[in-house]
């Protein structure tokens, strides 16, 4: 596996080599150097469900693919719910921040009744779009300086849990 690939799966891989149990106690002080907690991979569910290839790209690694294998919820209503890899979003125009791109992909949608957030007015998207550029850009800083440290598979049984 790639040093490249997100987090989360280098995680969730590793993991799934780990036969030892970790008690609460274990884990509280092994995740603590890493500012992470138990309730982390909460984080991560809820991290990942709108993810795009584009923003992988920006806050995680530049050379992210298409073929990422991180499931997220198809933004097209009429299609499966959930798509096996973070889905890239051509947009009419490019911007130097994320933020314009996620306005710009809610704001080229709004009127799709089949497309974006179901039920939801035009400010609850924008507004959810702007929060997970926020989440992804603490989470971007803090994946970087994790990748720069060695996780234990006794920190990832951990996570797991």
């Given at each position: 596996m790639s040093s490249k690939q997100p987090l989360v799966?280098?995680?969730?891989l590793l993991s799934l080599?780990?036969?030892r149990t970790v008690t609460l106690d274990d884990c509280k002080q092994l995740l603590e150097p890493?500012?992470?907690s138990k309730d982390t991979g909460r984080v991560f569910g809820h991290g990942l469900h709108s993810l795009t290839v584009n923003?992988?790209?920006f806050y995680f690694d530049e050379k992210a693919g298409e073929k990422n294998g991180i499931p997220t919820v198809n933004f097209n209503l009429s299609?499966?719910?959930i798509l096996e890899n973070a889905q890239f979003i051509k947009l009419?125009?490019?911007?130097?921040?994320?933020a314009y791109s996620?306005?710009?992909?809610?704001?080229s949608n709004i009127d799709d009744p089949i497309y974006g957030v179901k039920n939801a007015n035009a400010l609850d998207m924008i507004a959810h779009a702007l929060h997970m550029q926020e989440l992804w850009s603490v989470s971007g800083k803090a994946y970087k300086g994790l990748k720069?440290?060695?996780?234990?598979?006794?920190v990832c049984k951990c996570l797991e849990e």
């Open positions: 799966l280098i995680i969730v080599y780990v036969s890493f500012n992470l923003d992988l790209r299609g499966p719910a009419a125009h490019d911007y130097f921040t994320p996620a306005l710009d992909h809610v704001l720069r440290r060695i996780l234990t598979r006794r």
